[in-house]
């Protein structure tokens, strides 16, 4: 092949340029295509392609005049791509390859800035320094800023000038004082200007707003609402009720507005304990200073003063009704035991705290403290004393509850004023126009007391033995031999830190030597020695017993030789006797019905009886694989056809094993019975099962019923058929015809619809057939036609 020639490009044409938004009364030039083989004779003809090609762009296709019939947006596209060609006016034959050219859409100034991310919200704190940096803010131009000044842009403040500036160039706000209080004013509307061109004269502009809030800082100190506060509380007020509120102010927010108060020293020089009880008669008025502060302080803001306040407090207290008052929170008293009823155990004593009386309260024991009345208080004066004996040794302790209630205050009946120097106490006669009431006590004025009385402890009991002894000795024992250590105890507070000496009443001590027992199983002899225990220091005595069994031993030995046991042996009274027999006999009783039901259940089965027994079932236990374990046994011997029945005289063939014989049983005079005959043709039945060889080796269903010669229509076993599968298949009714006249009619149904289902498929075959033919004579036409397409093509 020849070398590829590379011609000369004869275009003559420069890149075009079209000014965006450009609006005419007619289309507008932007440019012509030549090539230096047109002759200016009329055949050489230009034509455009490309995109806007025919719409955006048309050209004259004698002149290669190109003009733009419509104005364009630069921001929409910026560019077109379009392709040149000139052809032979004649022969439509392309004078030079087709080129590409690129009209450029000329940027104007006609978008203005826009702030996308507008309007804008900013912080920053109260007081801050001149050129603290706010938030900054950007426009964008969508024009081409890459030719004029129209995408340069420059920030101006058009509202806030007096508080911010921006910086012209990077949109920066920042703060234009130093002193923007949020307290007075704490949010700032700004509005900006972006403006291209650089700023100058005839460039566009856009807007937006910033709003600026102030964030609060601590430069503000807290200040009390009133200088002086005044409150009032009741004397019976719990500790911890609240008695007044004192409030302050803070012009600052959040945490910096926190307060804490605190109490000061007061007029007497001591601190003021606001959770503490108090009382109108020991004082009935406190007046303190109290501080209010800020936790936290801005240490930039001092100079303005301390960031805290003072005010002075003055609580009076109340003068109220109070209950009385016992002189003790708790009283301790003693009371010796045995003392007799009436014995003094102490007193208390309460006042009046209002009055500073005594003699208007009156003294009560709770019964609850005192469920046994073992004391008695006297209303008046609150003498305690006792209502029964105390016993230690019983109760040490004793705690009761006091209770002193207010009497009710005398009054006058008819209202007259009475002199107030009377003294309700004098003796002598006092003659008044008014009447003088006594009221009830009050309720509500009670107070209680706890009281623990002791128990003093007096030697009033007698040592005693701590235990019950039981012990034992030899008959050979000599004389001086220890059998038992005793020990005693005294129930009196420091009763066993005295002597208590032992000893036996004399007319019982032995004065001569025991005799030695027999050895024999009971000779043992027992002895209840009793002891007097007495007190060394107060002399008082208590008696004991002792038992000590003597006997026998073993010689020179210390141990008593085993006894036999004297227990009576155990035995069983008439009534459980007579119970066990009961029981004896009931058993023996069911054992005997359930013998007797299960014999006649037995006989009930037997097939040599007098009635008729052909229904019964005979069963052997040998087990084979079942039906469906053709491998097991020869299945030809199950699809042969049932054979007649033996005749009574036959002989089955038998193994090596002997037929069991059938035992005889006699039957009515005139020949053998029903039940021998039928009995006799079972066990033959049988043993043909079980001895013939060709028998399937597992438990099937034998017929042992007489029925004749049979049926005509023979057997209609599943097995008898399963070898004639593949015959029947051919033809349906052909052994129904042979079950005789009964069965015509079904023989005729199968057949009409063997003949059926034999033309149905004669017909799908026939259909199958014709669609091959089809589709054989439609692949050879495709593969003939193929190579005439080809040719046709070529």
Same mark, same amino acid.
């Given at each position: 092949?020849?070398?590829?020639?590379?011609?000369?490009?004869?275009?003559?044409?420069?890149?075009?340029?079209?000014?965006?938004?450009?609006?005419?009364?007619?289309?507008?030039?932007?440019?012509?295509?030549?090539?230096?083989?047109?002759?200016?004779?009329?055949?050489?003809?230009?034509?455009?392609?490309?995109?806007?090609?025919?719409?955006?762009?048309?050209?004259?296709?004698?002149?290669?005049?190109?003009?733009?019939?419509?104005?364009?947006?630069?921001?929409?596209?910026?560019?077109?791509?379009?392709?040149?060609?000139?052809?032979?006016?004649?022969?439509?034959?392309?004078?030079?390859?087709?080129?590409?050219?690129?009209?450029?859409?000329?940027?104007? !100034?006609?978008?203005?800035?826009?702030?996308?991310?507008?309007?804008?919200?900013?912080?920053?704190?109260?007081?801050?320094?001149?050129?603290?940096?706010?938030?900054?803010?950007?426009?964008?131009?969508?024009?081409?800023?890459?030719?004029?000044?129209?995408?340069?842009?420059?920030?101006?403040?058009?509202?806030?000038?007096?508080?911010?500036?921006?910086?012209?160039?990077? &949109?920066?706000?920042?703060?234009?004082?130093?002193?923007?209080?949020?307290?007075?004013?704490?949010?700032?509307?700004?509005?900006?200007?972006?403006?291209?061109?650089?700023?100058?004269?005839?460039?566009?502009?856009?807007?937006?707003?910033?709003?600026?809030?102030?964030?609060?800082?601590?430069?503000?100190?807290?200040?009390?609402?009133?200088?002086?506060?005044?409150?009032?509380?009741?004397?019976?007020?719990?500790?911890?009720?609240?008695?007044?509120?004192?409030?302050?102010?803070?012009?600052?927010? &959040?945490? !910096?507005?926190?307060?804490?108060?605190?109490?000061?020293?007061?007029?007497?020089?001591?601190?003021?304990?606001?959770?503490?009880?108090?009382?109108?008669?020991? *004082?009935?008025?406190?007046?303190?200073?109290?501080?209010?502060?800020?936790?936290?302080?801005?240490?930039?803001?001092?100079? *303005?003063?301390?960031?805290?306040?003072?005010?002075?407090?003055?609580?009076?207290?109340?003068?109220?009704?109070?209950?009385?008052?016992?002189?003790?929170?708790?009283?301790?008293?003693?009371?010796?035991?045995?003392?007799?009823?009436?014995?003094?155990?102490?007193?208390?004593?309460?006042?009046?705290?209002?009055?500073?009386?005594?003699?208007?309260?009156?003294?009560?024991?709770?019964?609850?403290?005192?469920?046994?009345?073992?004391?008695?208080?006297?209303?008046?004066?609150?003498?305690?004393?006792?209502?029964?004996?105390?016993?230690?040794?019983?109760?040490?302790?004793?705690?009761?509850?006091?209770?002193?209630?207010?009497?009710?205050?005398?009054?006058?009946?008819?209202?007259?004023?009475?002199?107030?120097?009377?003294?309700?106490?004098?003796?002598?006669?006092?003659?008044?126009?008014?009447?003088?009431?006594?009221?009830?006590? !009050?309720?509500?004025?009670?107070?209680?007391?706890?009281?623990?009385?002791?128990?003093?402890?007096?030697?009033?009991?007698?040592?005693?033995?701590?235990?019950?002894?039981?012990?034992?000795?030899?008959?050979?024992?000599?004389? &001086?031999?220890?059998?038992?250590?005793?020990?005693?105890?005294?129930?009196?507070?420091?009763?066993?830190?005295?002597?208590?000496?032992?000893?036996?009443?004399?007319?019982?001590?032995?004065?001569?030597?025991?005799?030695?027992?027999?050895?024999?199983?009971?000779?043992?002899?027992?002895?209840?020695?009793?002891?007097?225990?007495?007190?060394?220091?107060?002399?008082?005595?208590?008696?004991?017993?002792?038992?000590?069994?003597?006997?026998?031993?073993?010689?020179?030995?210390?141990?008593?030789?085993?006894?036999?046991?004297?227990?009576?042996?155990? &035995?069983?009274?008439?009534?459980?006797?007579?119970?066990?027999?009961?029981?004896?006999?009931?058993?023996?009783?069911?054992?005997?019905?359930?013998?007797?039901?299960?014999?006649?259940?037995?006989?009930?089965?037997?097939?040599?009886?007098?009635?008729?027994?052909?229904?019964?079932?005979?069963?052997?236990?040998?087990?084979?694989?079942?039906?469906?374990?053709?491998?097991?046994?020869?299945?030809?011997?199950?699809?042969?056809?049932?054979?007649?029945?033996?005749?009574?005289?036959?002989?089955?063939?038998?193994?090596?094993?002997?037929?069991?014989?059938?035992?005889?049983?006699?039957?009515?005079?005139?020949?053998?019975?029903?039940?021998?005959?039928?009995?006799?043709?079972?066990?033959?039945?049988?043993?043909?099962?079980?001895?013939?060889?060709?028998?399937?080796?597992?438990?099937?269903?034998?017929?042992?019923?007489?029925?004749?010669?049979?049926?005509?229509?023979?057997?209609?076993?599943?097995?008898?058929?399963?070898?004639?599968?593949?015959?029947?298949?051919?033809?349906?009714?052909?052994?129904?015809?042979?079950?005789?006249?009964?069965?015509?009619?079904?023989?005729?149904?199968?057949?009409?619809?063997?003949?059926?289902?034999?033309?149905?498929?004669?017909?799908?075959?026939?259909?199958?057939?014709?669609?091959?033919?089809?589709?054989?004579?439609?692949?050879?036409?495709?593969?003939?036609?193929?190579?005439?397409?080809?040719?046709?093509?070529?």
């Amino acid at each position: 092949e020849p070398p590829p020639v590379r011609f000369r490009r004869s275009w003559i044409w420069n890149q075009f340029f079209v000014i965006e938004e450009y609006a005419g009364p007619e289309p507008v030039l932007i440019g012509r295509l030549h090539t230096d083989m047109d002759r200016n004779d009329g055949r050489t003809k230009y034509v455009l392609r490309g995109e806007g090609a025919g719409s955006v762009f048309v050209i004259d296709e004698k002149t290669g005049n190109i003009h733009v019939t419509k104005p364009l947006d630069r921001e929409e596209k910026d560019e077109y791509r379009l392709i040149a060609t000139a052809t032979d006016r004649q022969t439509e034959r392309a004078l030079e390859p087709s080129s590409q050219f690129i009209i450029r859409v000329q940027d104007i !100034n006609d978008n203005p800035p826009v702030f996308d991310e507008g309007p804008y919200s900013a912080t920053v704190p109260e007081m801050a320094n001149i050129g603290t940096s706010i938030i900054q803010v950007t426009a964008t131009d969508a024009d081409d800023p890459t030719y004029g000044n129209s995408a340069r842009l420059v920030y101006t403040l058009v509202q806030g000038q007096q508080y911010f500036s921006v910086d012209p160039q990077t &949109g920066i706000l920042r703060t234009a004082v130093p002193d923007m209080d949020r307290e007075t004013q704490d949010q700032y509307l700004v509005v900006l200007q972006a403006k291209d061109m650089g700023g100058h004269l005839g460039g566009l502009s856009g807007t937006t707003t910033v709003t600026v809030m102030l964030t609060d800082v601590n430069d503000n100190p807290p200040r009390f609402t009133q200088s002086m506060w005044s409150f009032s509380v009741s004397e019976l007020a719990i500790p911890g009720a609240e008695v007044g509120r004192i409030s302050a102010s803070d012009a600052d927010l &959040g945490d !910096n507005a926190k307060l804490e108060y605190t109490i000061l020293e007061g007029e007497t020089g001591d601190t003021f304990n606001i959770t503490g009880a108090v009382d109108y008669e020991s *004082r009935s008025s406190y007046s303190f200073s109290v501080e209010v502060l800020n936790p936290i302080v801005d240490p930039r803001f001092l100079r *303005r003063g301390p960031f805290k306040d003072r005010a002075s407090i003055r609580v009076a207290v109340l003068d109220a009704d109070e209950p009385p008052r016992f002189s003790r929170a708790r009283y301790h008293m003693d009371v010796s035991e045995n003392c007799p009823p009436a014995c003094t155990v102490g007193r208390v004593s309460a006042v009046d705290p209002d009055t500073g009386l005594t003699n208007n309260i009156r003294f009560s024991i709770d019964p609850q403290s005192d469920p046994e009345a073992l004391f008695r208080i006297t209303p008046d004066s609150g003498l305690i004393t006792t209502a029964l004996e105390l016993d230690r040794e019983r109760e040490h302790w004793h705690n009761i509850t006091v209770i002193a209630t207010q009497r009710g205050q005398r009054s006058f009946d008819d209202g007259e004023a009475c002199p107030l120097n009377v003294a309700w106490e004098t003796p002598l006669p006092i003659h008044l126009n008014c009447g003088l009431t006594q009221l009830p006590d !009050n309720p509500s004025q009670v107070s209680r007391v706890l009281v623990a009385i002791e128990t003093l402890d007096l030697n009033d009991n007698a040592p005693e033995l701590d235990r019950q002894y039981t012990t034992a000795m030899c008959d050979s024992s000599s004389s &001086g031999q220890v059998v038992q250590v005793l020990r005693a105890i005294d129930r009196d507070e420091g009763g066993n830190d005295s002597a208590v000496y032992f000893s036996i009443p004399p007319d019982l001590v032995l004065l001569s030597q025991l005799q030695p027992l027999s050895r024999s199983a009971s000779s043992t002899l027992t002895l209840y020695v009793p002891l007097i225990l007495r007190d060394g220091t107060s002399g008082l005595t208590s008696t004991g017993t002792v038992t000590v069994s003597i006997c026998p031993c073993l010689r020179g030995g210390t141990v008593c030789l085993p006894q036999q046991s004297t227990l009576p042996s155990p &035995g069983l009274s008439t009534a459980a006797l007579l119970a066990i027999l009961a029981c004896v006999a009931t058993l023996l009783a069911v054992s005997a019905l359930s013998l007797s039901l299960r014999r006649q259940k037995r006989d009930s089965l037997s097939p040599l009886e007098e009635d008729d027994v052909r229904e019964n079932i005979i069963t052997y236990d040998d087990e084979g694989g079942g039906e469906a374990d053709t491998a097991a046994f020869d299945i030809a011997a199950l699809q042969r056809r049932p054979a007649r029945a033996c005749p009574p005289n036959a002989r089955a063939p038998v193994r090596r094993s002997r037929i069991p014989a059938a035992r005889g049983v006699p039957g009515a005079p005139g020949g053998p019975s029903l039940a021998l005959r039928v009995g006799e043709f079972l066990r033959l039945r049988l043993a043909q099962v079980t001895f013939d060889p060709s028998q399937p080796p597992y438990d099937s269903v034998q017929v042992y019923g007489l029925e004749g010669t049979g049926s005509r229509a023979g057997s209609l076993s599943s097995l008898e058929s399963e070898g004639e599968k593949e015959a029947e298949k051919e033809d349906w009714g052909g052994g129904l015809e042979e079950w005789g006249p009964q069965f015509q009619k079904l023989a005729q149904l199968f057949k009409e619809r063997e003949k059926e289902r034999e033309d149905k498929e004669k017909e799908d075959e026939g259909a199958k057939r014709e669609n091959d033919d089809k589709e054989e004579s439609e692949r050879e036409k495709k593969e003939g036609g193929e190579p005439v397409g080809d040719e046709e093509k070529d």
